[in-house]
């Protein structure tokens, strides 16, 4: 399975994103699980350090779900609107409440391919630093994050919506880099995933 998180807190440009992500990658015979944050109650972690003593979160929330669904997943999708040239907060609180995980199985998350997807307002507003932070979730958890690769998606999949979902529908460039950064995202999982 494929899990695919979009972190707005609207249905516009990440949601519609993240639908034709998911319409490709049903394409290419994977199975996908999408998870709206916003529809989730999820604390901050408020570093109380419960989770290194107990090796679960202090808190009851949305979480849960969302600590299922990333122990279950072979690959991990996440799409954040670009916030302040980085990840929306809702993005930021599910990173850093993976602290739980960490704490109960350090291996959790290792081996998965990570894939990011990142949507600004403005055309040149912070995505690729967005798509960076992402990318260092996924390495320091031990993932093999990729990108669509040179010529056209350096970084991975990067839009520009002039802050509408009718603004990213007309984004072809942007489209193109979630084309191949879902290629190589299948490349890795065929090659190095986890089964
Ligand atoms: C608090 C806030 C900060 C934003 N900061 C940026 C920014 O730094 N760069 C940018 O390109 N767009 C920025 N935007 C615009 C959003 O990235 C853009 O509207 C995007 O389409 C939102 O995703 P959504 O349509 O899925 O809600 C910001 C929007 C909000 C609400």
Redesign the pocket.
């Known amino acids: 399975m494929i899990l695919c998180v979009n972190s707005?807190p609207?249905k516009?440009?990440?949601?519609y994103v993240m639908m034709k992500t998911r319409e490709i990658l049903d394409e290419r015979g994977y199975e996908t699980y999408l998870l709206n944050l916003r529809e989730k109650e999820i604390n901050f972690c408020k570093h109380c350090d419960f989770c290194l003593e107990e090796k679960e979160c202090v808190f009851d929330d949305g979480m849960s779900d969302v600590y299922t669904a990333l122990e279950e997943a072979r690959g991990i999708v996440l799409a954040t609107?670009?916030?302040?040239?980085g990840i929306s907060a809702q993005l930021k609180a599910m990173m850093d409440r993976t602290r739980a995980l960490m704490a109960k199985d350090p291996e959790s998350l290792r081996g998965k391919i990570g894939m990011g997807i990142t949507?600004?307002?403005?055309r040149m507003?912070?995505q690729e630093i967005s798509l960076m932070q992402i990318h260092a979730f996924f390495i320091l958890n031990g993932m093999i994050p990729v990108s669509g690769g040179s010529f056209g998606a350096n970084l991975g999949a990067t839009f520009w919506?002039k802050?509408?979902?009718e603004g990213?529908m007309k984004d072809k460039e942007g489209f193109k880099t979630l084309e191949k950064s879902i290629k190589r995202l299948a490349q890795f999982l065929d090659e190095y995933g986890r089964k």
Do not use: L, Q, W
Request: charged share 25%; aromatic share 4%; glycine share 18%.
């Open positions: 707005s609207r516009e440009a990440t949601e609107p670009v916030y302040n040239s949507i600004g307002g403005d507003g912070g919506s802050d509408s979902k990213v």
